[in-house]
């Protein structure tokens, strides 16, 4: 399968900015996504970007895509303690699905 | 709330058993996802159904199945349960075939002893 690969951990202060960075290895994927997991809940759809933008902003939220890297990248804006969660990037490929493993996000009042 | 339910919400059955989980899509949703959840392998797509037709196969055991009936709900069943079975089982639904909006439903735990 293709590997879509984060780092475990991102700790930041309230306030701060967070970024919480995603490598894929499948250069024909069409669209890649961020989701939210909160404690005992399912995936919260936070936002997706097609595979030929460079740049999606919402809100506090900014997607940020090298194609040429294969690097996805979701930056929360004045992070607050209610975005403590664990984050997925998940990429489609063909009529596949692949998730990273999760950032937990602990935000730091 | 994502519009996506799922029944039941916890499931404990013994080793070799069969179960069968229900997911309701969105209103208006016309595609399934189906994914398993557990702290060795991750999130796993499983397989896609769209307006009662299998869509696309993810990593789906051949011990597993499912199916999407005319009124858009679907079903997963898993049989001759193993201990490594045991994991958070997710249904999303989508508008399309694209799966770029996909709502997630709250999960079923299935614990297999």
């Known amino acids: 399968g293709e590997d879509v690969e984060q780092s475990l951990f991102l700790s930041v202060r309230e306030g701060d900015s967070s970024v919480i960075n995603c490598t894929y290895t499948d250069s024909s994927s069409t669209y890649l996504y961020w989701y939210k997991q909160e404690p005992g809940a399912g995936l919260q759809l936070l936002t997706y970007?097609?595979?030929?933008?460079d740049m999606k902003q919402d809100q506090r939220l900014t997607v940020l895509l090298n194609k040429k890297d294969k690097h996805l990248s979701l930056r929360i804006a004045d992070t607050q303690t209610g975005d403590s969660a664990i984050y997925f990037c998940?990429?489609?490929?063909?009529?596949?699905?692949?998730f990273g493993t999760g950032t937990s996000l602990t935000v730091i009042p | 709330d994502s519009g996506v339910t799922q029944t039941p919400k916890h499931l404990i059955t013994a080793t070799g058993q069969r179960v069968t989980l229900r997911c309701s899509p969105r209103s208006g949703d016309l595609s399934v996802y189906w994914y398993q959840q557990s702290l060795d392998q991750g999130l796993q797509f499983l397989i896609q159904y769209y307006n009662g037709e299998e869509r696309a196969k993810g990593n789906i055991l051949e011990r597993f199945s499912a199916q999407q009936f005319p009124d858009l709900h679907s079903e997963l069943n898993l049989s001759s349960l193993e201990l490594g079975d045991s994991a958070l089982y997710f249904c999303?639904?989508?508008?399309?075939?694209?799966?770029?909006?996909?709502?997630f439903g709250p999960g079923t735990r299935l614990t297999v002893t």
């Open positions: 970007i097609f595979s030929n933008m």
């Open positions: 999303a639904s989508s508008p399309g075939t694209g799966g770029y909006e996909q709502y």
């Open positions: 998940a990429e489609k490929a063909g009529n596949q699905f692949y």
